[in-house]
């Protein structure tokens, strides 16, 4: 087999198709399809380990039934939605990002690590759309690098990038980080504005770079907002969200003079591992992901500072 999806379905048709002998029935093809309105050639392909499955709708449906006819426990949607979704990300680009991962695992934090894989599969399409609302674009930063460094290998390719960042803005007195000490305040705005520049100066500056090598069309708008956020949201290419809450703790930060201070931060420590897609079998994901955009939207559209530039 040619994926870990496929063997794992390969698996499943075979103890269907044995518990069944075992009763004197037959499992096949017509059956399947008659049951399941999923196409023979599909199952076929399916089964053969021809095609990994890439409509989540339809294997789940074909899951469901083997597995009732099989008298095995209902089917792990997760699990099986976590296989459809490496199944569909290049073999090239998993070994690329894995080494990627193994080399840079010392000094990445989780919300890095967990943000890499749904952005490098949003990049597989043909017109990739990125929207969030960050505190800093820390690990989005990070997160993209990634499936650019794909594009300049020629393993990916898309059309067009259309991204929206929306982040605290300029003259907002900063919520995060927060100064332990009252006299550390300036300090820690200082601080703030240059960690916020950085990273949207880097993303900024990472995609630009495609338009240039590339000739793919980019599209970057940047706005802020008159809040610190204390949640991450990324949401791709209208299907997906990911979604994280910053936890609040005490930090030692180095400041613009290159002194310690001391600060209460936001630390996405759990990484945006909270993610939501609307082919998902769940209508809490697809409901969430509407919402965000929703969410999002309202803000881009109202109170949010157009033109505003770090």
Same mark, same amino acid.
Not at 70 to 76: E, F
Not at 165 to 176: E, F, H, K, R
């Given at each position: 087999?040619?994926?870990?999806?496929?063997?794992?379905?390969?698996?499943?048709?075979?103890? /269907?198709?044995?518990?069944?002998?075992?009763?004197?029935?037959?499992?096949?093809?017509?059956?399947?399809?008659?049951?399941? @309105?999923?196409?023979?050639?599909?199952?076929?392909?399916?089964?053969?380990?021809?095609?990994?499955?890439?409509?989540?709708?339809?294997?789940?449906?074909?899951?469901?039934? !083997?597995? @009732?006819?099989?008298?095995?426990?209902? *089917?792990?949607?997760?699990?099986?939605?976590?296989?459809?979704?490496?199944?569909?990300?290049?073999?090239?680009?998993?070994?690329?990002?894995?080494?990627?991962?193994?080399?840079?695992?010392?000094?990445? !934090?989780?919300?890095?690590?967990?943000?890499?894989?749904?952005?490098?599969?949003?990049?597989?399409?043909?017109?990739?759309?990125?929207?969030?609302?960050?505190? /800093?674009?820390?690990?989005?930063?990070?997160?993209?690098?990634?499936? $650019?460094?794909?594009?300049?290998?020629?393993?990916?390719?898309?059309?067009?990038?259309? $991204?929206?960042?929306?982040?605290? +803005?300029?003259?907002?007195? *900063?919520?995060?980080?927060?100064?332990?000490?009252?006299?550390?305040?300036?300090?820690?705005?200082?601080?703030?504005?240059?960690?916020?520049? $950085?990273?949207? +100066?880097?993303?900024?500056?990472?995609?630009?770079?495609?338009?240039?090598?590339?000739?793919?069309?980019?599209?970057?708008?940047?706005?802020?907002?008159?809040?610190?956020?204390?949640?991450?949201?990324?949401?791709? +290419?209208?299907?997906?969200?990911?979604?994280?809450?910053?936890?609040?703790? *005490?930090? /030692?930060?180095?400041?613009?003079? @290159?002194?310690?201070?001391?600060?209460?931060?936001?630390?996405?420590?759990?990484?945006?591992?909270?993610?939501?897609?609307?082919? @998902?079998?769940?209508?809490?994901?697809?409901?969430?992901?509407?919402?965000?955009?929703?969410?999002?939207?309202?803000?881009?559209?109202?109170?949010?500072?157009?033109?505003? /530039?770090?």
């Amino acid at each position: 087999m040619t994926s870990p999806i496929l063997d794992k379905f390969a698996e499943l048709w075979e103890t /269907t198709r044995v518990r069944m002998a075992a009763s004197g029935d037959r499992l096949t093809l017509d059956r399947v399809q008659a049951a399941t @309105g999923v196409p023979k050639a599909t199952l076929s392909d399916w089964r053969r380990g021809h095609h990994a499955p890439r409509e989540m709708d339809d294997l789940i449906k074909v899951v469901r039934v !083997l597995s @009732g006819w099989a008298d095995l426990p209902a *089917p792990d949607f997760r699990e099986w939605s976590q296989l459809v979704e490496q199944s569909r990300i290049p073999k090239a680009v998993q070994q690329s990002r894995q080494a990627y991962l193994s080399e840079r695992e010392s000094f990445m !934090l989780p919300s890095m690590v967990a943000i890499m894989d749904p952005l490098a599969s949003a990049f597989e399409a043909q017109d990739v759309e990125i929207d969030a609302i960050c505190v /800093t674009g820390h690990a989005l930063a990070l997160g993209i690098a990634r499936p $650019v460094q794909d594009i300049h290998a020629g393993r990916l390719r898309p059309r067009q990038i259309k $991204v929206r960042i929306l982040t605290a +803005n300029s003259d907002v007195s *900063p919520q995060l980080p927060a100064p332990r000490h009252e006299e550390d305040a300036e300090r820690v705005r200082q601080l703030r504005l240059r960690d916020r520049n $950085v990273y949207v +100066n880097t993303l900024h500056s990472t995609l630009a770079s495609l338009r240039e090598t590339h000739g793919i069309e980019v599209h970057w708008e940047f706005r802020g907002v008159s809040f610190t956020p204390l949640t991450e949201l990324v949401l791709l +290419n209208g299907s997906e969200a990911l979604f994280s809450y910053c936890q609040i703790s *005490p930090r /030692t930060l180095t400041d613009v003079k @290159g002194d310690p201070v001391e600060v209460y931060d936001a630390v996405a420590s759990q990484g945006l591992v909270k993610r939501f897609n609307v082919a @998902g079998p769940y209508h809490a994901g697809r409901d969430f992901v509407e919402d965000s955009y929703r969410w999002f939207n309202s803000i881009w559209e109202t109170i949010s500072t157009e033109g505003f /530039t770090p």
